[in-house]
């Protein structure tokens, strides 16, 4: 199979580029770098199998370019983060909406067997019943989960207008290697960053707000069972653990397992404004139309994650 994966070089998107580049499938990166970093993909750089495109889903010309041959998108490019869409609203639906148009314009264009659309659980909005299903009603309170919304619908009117084979993955939050750990970065990655620095997690309002985490591998899993599932999935599916922590707890957790319980407290700054409060999956689709269940509760996947970063974590990064 010839893939593409958008936003390949980021924490997602470079899994994904191992898992495929290995199984033998010729895999296209596609990446601008926004958020993205080489250090997740240069160890794939010398397979033949393997190209690495440094370049934008906002170029309509450039994905025709690259996806004349293509069968199956795995598109994870986006302005992934809530805090930085306040700031930058615009940036945030130019990639998001319009960067996904093109990708399945192009895809119609050329017949792409297949799209794998990462949506997120962000565009629930706080939870009005628990465990969110799929019918949850999509109140997202911030430009990132609106123009994850758009772009949900424009997969919706993709799939209902041209009969494309187009699935939408919600996943509620995900972690483990890679992820960024500084600035617009991942909460698990940003809080074991400082602890293992010596510098206490800062928590937004009393942290109780509460989330619901999936270990990368588990995330991994979950896009192979899309991408072999014989038949089309055309809708929205949920991935989650179905088990919520609130943030304070999370970062009681990271500090007693980075070893430093005794001495290090949270800080408290004022909460954000648009901040979500609870989110918790109800995962019983993936698991009935699937078979997918995670292998990682938030314990063996932390212990996991926090191992790693002590290994390879504190190195500095290489932009390109
Ligand atoms: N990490 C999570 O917890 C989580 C949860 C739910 C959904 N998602 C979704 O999964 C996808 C991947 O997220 P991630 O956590 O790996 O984030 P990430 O920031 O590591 O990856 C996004 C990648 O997209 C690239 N990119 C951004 N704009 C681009 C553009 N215009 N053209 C080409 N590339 C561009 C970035 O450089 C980066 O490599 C996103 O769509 C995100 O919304 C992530």
């Known amino acids: 199979m010839r893939i593409l994966i958008t936003g390949g070089a980021g924490f997602i998107g470079s899994h994904l580029c191992d898992k495929y580049v290995k199984e033998g499938h010729t895999v296209v990166c596609l990446d601008n770098f926004m958020s993205g970093d080489l250090m997740n993909v240069r160890h794939l750089l010398d397979y033949r199998t393997f190209k690495l495109i440094k370049g934008d889903i906002r170029d309509f010309e450039l994905l025709e ?3 004349r041959d293509v069968d199956v998108v795995f598109h994870l490019a986006a302005q992934v983060h809530v805090d930085r869409s306040y700031v930058e609203p ?3 639906y130019d990639v998001n909406v319009i960067g996904t148009q093109n990708i399945l314009e192009v895809a119609r264009i050329y017949d792409v067997k297949r799209v794998i659309h990462a949506s997120t659980s962000e565009v629930y909005g706080s939870a009005q019943y628990s465990p969110i299903d ?3 009603p999509l109140n997202a ?3 990132y989960g609106a123009s994850k919304i758009a772009a949900d619908r424009t997969c919706y009117a993709y799939i209902q207008t041209y009969g494309m084979d187009i699935s939408i993955l919600r996943f509620f939050n995900i972690f483990g ?3 960024r750990d500084q600035g617009y970065g991942g909460v698990i990655s940003i809080f074991t960053r400082r602890v293992l620095n010596n510098i206490p997690p800062i928590i937004y309002g009393d942290g109780l707000q509460t989330r619901d985490y999936t270990y990368i591998e588990d995330a991994v899993k979950a896009y192979d069972l899309i991408f072999n599932h014989e038949s089309p999935i055309k809708e929205p599916i949920n ?8 943030i304070l707890d999370l970062a009681n957790k990271i500090i007693e397992m980075c070893g430093k319980k005794e001495d290090m407290k949270s800080i408290h700054v004022e909460a954000r404004i648009g901040e979500v409060n609870r ?4 995962s019983a689709k993936a698991r009935d139309r699937l078979g997918w269940d995670p292998n990682y509760d938030l314990d063996k996947g932390l212990h996991k994650f926090v191992q790693w970063y002590r290994n390879y974590g504190m190195v500095d990064r290489i932009k390109i």
Not at 279 to 282: E, K, P, Q, R, S
């Open 141 to 143: 309170p911030h430009p």
């Open 279 to 282: 989110l918790i999956a109800n």
């Open 177 to 179: 290697p890679r992820q």
């Open 134 to 136: 799929e019918d949850h």
């Open 90 to 92: 615009r940036l945030t």
């Open 65 to 67: 370019k690259i996806m």
């Open 239 to 246: 991935f989650g653990s179905g088990k919520e922590i609130t």
